[in-house]
Each structure stands twice: as C-alpha cells, then as structure tokens.
C-alpha cells in the first residue's frame, strides 16, 4: 500500500521558518508527484507546491512563491518544503500526497492543483503573530 509519512510542523513565530518532510513508501514506479496541500480552520483544502519525480519540476501557489522551496531526495522517497518568512495566514494542517499517473492536464499544463491519489496524516503548522 502507498504510505506517506509527513513531519516538521510545529509552532513559530511571525517571520520564522520550518522545514517539512514527506517520506513516500509503498510503490515502486518512478513517475509520480508529491505535493503539499494544506488546510486551515474553516477553509477548503488548498495547494502549496508540489514536485515531479521525473524530471525535478516545480509547482507553487501564488501565495507562498519566494518564501517557500520544495525539494526532493528521490534515492529517498522524500520531499522538503522548506518555509521562510511565514505568515499568520500560513497556520494550517499541512498534508502531504502523492499523484500518479495518468495525470490531469487543463490547456497541456499539469494540473497538480485537483488533488493527489493518496494523502498522509497532517502535520500543523501554527504560526504566531
């Protein structure tokens, strides 16, 4: 069974940083997605930024672009998101997913925003003002 196993929330103050890790397990093809949603009180889930295995490419909500980096370790299974310069407005359950092919396309663009195939537990990230 696929599993991913999301860690680093925490609590930090306005202007600080965190570093979030996802480690996939369970499969064994080599294209796939692993992407950051996140979720905050009263709101619908929404994407931060995701990753393609294959070839490194990275995707970012307008919201978190300059101040958030994902990265990968593929040997490992294993995506960073790295967080600066956070924000009230980024306190929310941060959960990571994986998405495999066939992938949603809209106008030949990968639309990573849908959703993935399989979720991890979240992990909260509270940030103080």
């Known amino acids: 069974d696929v599993q991913l196993q999301a860690s680093g929330g925490g609590l930090v103050q306005s202007g600080g940083s965190l570093r979030l890790s996802c480690t996939a397990s369970?499969?064994?093809?080599?294209?796939?997605?692993i992407g950051w949603f996140r979720q905050a009180p009263g709101k619908e889930r929404e994407g931060v930024s995701c990753?393609?295995?294959?070839?490194?490419?990275?995707y970012y909500a307008n919201s978190v672009k300059g101040r958030f980096t994902i990265s990968s370790d593929n040997t490992k299974k294993t995506v960073y998101l790295q967080m600066t310069n956070l924000k009230p407005e980024d306190t929310a359950v941060y959960y990571c997913?994986?998405?495999?092919?066939?992938?949603?396309?809209?106008?030949?663009?990968?639309?990573?925003?849908?959703?993935?195939?399989?979720w991890g537990k979240g992990t909260l990230v509270t940030v103080s003002s």
């Open positions: 997913g994986i998405d495999l092919p066939p992938y949603i396309y809209t106008n030949d663009e990968y639309s990573w925003e849908f959703g993935m195939d399989y």
């Open positions: 369970g499969f064994t093809r080599t294209d796939y997605v």
């Open positions: 990753i393609k295995n294959r070839d490194g490419k990275q």
